[in-house]
């Protein structure tokens, strides 16, 4: 697979971000999703460590990588981007804010580094901001250079023809592994 340009998911969590990560490794890549031990030095301000540690993969998915796309655009110039987004912000925000009802607080949050606060219910507005800043900035930045962006929603009926057409590979016969769908209540 180390043919194949990186792919980097620059989606923010509860977009879809682990059905992409399902989808790349389905595609054959080597993925890092989720990663502490990537986040820490991202925190601190030491992007070329984190840089460095995009060399042991093909694909990444959930934090830092999101945070990354601009350099990482300039050390992989054949990468490309995957902007997983919802339906709307509000499905976002709720979605959000039901996963972080649902699991309890760790001792490192990432939300806190993100954001710069813990909780969506308590500051809807803060989370908001920075979504659509993010994704603004994403969409800005890739406007010049639009065959490395694709822009993606499960919710919309995306799916592997149009993930497999934008990374160039065979669109695999199985169905789309969405991952972390909510359970209905009641």
């Not at 659509?132 to 250079?145: D, G, K, L």
Request: charged fraction near 25%.
């Amino acid at each position: 697979m180390n043919s194949l340009a990186k792919v980097i998911g620059v989606g923010f969590h509860k977009t879809g971000t682990k059905t992409l990560g399902e989808c790349l490794r389905t595609l054959g890549y080597r993925t890092r999703s989720l990663d502490r031990e990537a986040f820490a030095p991202w925190r601190l301000g030491e992007i070329g460590a984190v840089l460095e540690m995009m060399e042991a993969a093909d694909a990444f998915d959930d934090w830092p990588w999101p945070l990354l796309f601009r350099e990482a655009c300039h050390r992989y110039p054949d990468s490309k981007f995957v902007l997983t987004t919802r339906r709307d912000e509000a499905t976002w925000l709720e979605s959000l804010t039901a996963h972080v009802a649902r699991h309890a607080a760790t001792s490192f949050n990432y939300r806190k580094y993100i954001y710069g606060v813990d909780d969506p219910q308590a500051c809807p507005e803060r989370f908001l901001e920075v979504y659509r800043s993010h994704n603004a900035a994403v969409r800005e930045f890739f406007a010049a250079q639009p065959d490395r962006l694709l822009e993606i929603c499960w919710e919309d009926g995306d799916g592997w023809q149009r993930l497999c057409t934008f990374l160039g590979v065979p669109v695999p016969d199985v169905p789309i592994p969405h991952m972390n769908r909510r359970r209905a209540s009641g």
